[in-house]
């Protein structure tokens, strides 16, 4: 498999993952569900990515885990108002 993240053939595994999520998981199948507390709004777009409150919001999302190092970044409440501006 190539490791690179952004290949055709890791996106492909990656959709084969999400539509086995819509297809099978219980929750993903019927609908709509609580969003976490953060979440990262991608517009159809793809070219706008916006740091949401997802409290006591409802819809579809996936969840993905990446890391690049042991190196842990945090969102201060600052950052999150910046990125909210």
């Known amino acids: 498999m190539n490791w690179d993240s952004g290949s055709s053939q890791s996106l492909q595994v990656a ?5 086995n999520c819509i297809n ?4 993903c ?9 953060r ?7 793809g070219d706008i990515i916006k740091l949401i409150d997802g409290i006591g919001l409802s819809g579809r999302y ?3 885990s990446y890391c ?3 190196l842990f970044l945090k969102l ?7 990125n909210n501006s």
């Open 62 to 64: 996936a969840s993905l």
């Open 24 to 27: 099978s998981h219980e929750d």
């Open 15 to 19: 959709e084969s993952w999400i539509n």
């Open 76 to 82: 201060h409440n600052r950052s999150k108002e910046d």
């Open 39 to 45: 979440v990262l709004d991608i517009t159809s777009s």
């Open 68 to 70: 690049v190092s042991e």
């Open 29 to 37: 199948v019927n609908g709509e569900t609580a969003l976490p507390s």
